[in-house]
Nanobody
Framework: QVQLVESGGDLVQAGGSLRLSCAASGRTFSAYAMGWFRQAPGKEREFVAAITWRGGSTVYADSVKGRFTISRDNAKNTVYLQMNSLKPEDAAVYCC?????????????????WGQGTQVTVSS
């Protein structure tokens, strides 16, 4: 089992920045690829970004590419999502997730464990 707890969500003005954190406990954190997803009210959950076990590779949704950066610190069992140039359409509940396999990290079916999420609100 892996327990995931997100933090860092807040209300921010459009154009601003936030850094989300996801702290993991339980099984070896470095054994899992990590991803961030988001879900806005009335919309399906969508992939945001993912990072491999040691952080050597990352992948992003086109909607956030160039604005968001995913990173991890395995010594701290934490994955981060730096979000810059935020837009109102970025507002959502952001969840982190852990995956044993890198095969389908762009799909929520590829993940084994999920956090509860943290709310990001962007005012225009």
């Amino acid at each position: 089992q892996v327990q995931l707890v997100e933090s860092g969500g807040d209300l921010v003005q459009a154009g601003g920045s936030l850094r989300l954190s996801c702290a993991a406990s339980g099984r070896t954190f470095s054994a899992y690829a990590m991803g961030w997803f988001r879900q806005a009210p009335g919309k399906e959950r969508e992939f945001v970004a993912a990072i491999t076990w040691r952080g050597g590779s990352t992948v992003y949704a086109d909607s956030v590419k160039g604005r968001f950066t995913i990173s991890r610190d395995n010594a701290k069992n934490t994955v981060y999502l730096q979000m810059n140039s935020l837009k109102p359409e970025d507002a959502a509940v952001y969840c982190c997730a852990a995956a044993r396999s890198w095969t389908i990290v762009g799909d929520d079916e590829g993940y084994d464990y999920w956090g509860q999420g943290t709310q990001v609100t962007v005012s225009s």
